[in-house]
Nanobody, 125 residues
C-alpha cells in the first residue's frame, strides 16, 4: 500500500512561486499515475495536474497550464508540483494522489486510490 506525504505549502504573495513535494512510501506501480488536486474552503476537490510514472507524460487543468509543472524523481519516489505566477485563486489545500488503474489522463478522483493528508497553499493579494 502506498503512503503519501505532501510538503512545501505556505504563504506566498501573488506572482510568487512555490514548490510542493509528495514523498511516497511503498511501491509505485510504473503504469499508473500520480496527481495533484486542490480544494478551497467551501469548494469541491479540483483536478490540477497528473503524471504517468513510467514515462513522465503530463496533463494539466486549463487553469494552471503554463504556470504549474508536475515532475518526478523516480529514484526518490517523489513527485513535485512547481507553481509559478501564483494567483489568489490558487489558494487551497493541495493533495497528492496515486492512481490505482492504468488509465490516461487521470483527471477524476475515482481514478486514484491513495491520497496524502494535504498541504495548505495561501496566495495573498
Amino acid at each position: 500500500q502506498v503512503q503519501l506525504v505532501e510538503s512545501g505549502g505556505g504563504l506566498v504573495q501573488a506572482g510568487g512561486s512555490l514548490r510542493l513535494s509528495c514523498a511516497a512510501s511503498g511501491r509505485i506501480f510504473s503504469d499508473y499515475g500520480m496527481g495533484w488536486f486542490r480544494q478551497a474552503p467551501g469548494k469541491g476537490r479540483e483536478f490540477v495536474a497528473t503524471l504517468k510514472w513510467s514515462d513522465g507524460r503530463t496533463y494539466y487543468a486549463d487553469s494552471v497550464k503554463g504556470r504549474f509543472t508536475i515532475s518526478r524523481d523516480s529514484a526518490k519516489n517523489t513527485v513535485f508540483l512547481q507553481m509559478n505566477s501564483l494567483k489568489p485563486e490558487d489558494t487551497a489545500v493541495y493533495y497528492c494522489a496515486a492512481s490505482n488503474m492504468p488509465s490516461w489522463p487521470m483527471t477524476y478522483r475515482y481514478q486514484y486510490g491513495f491520497w496524502g493528508q494535504g498541504t495548505q497553499v495561501t496566495v495573498s493579494s
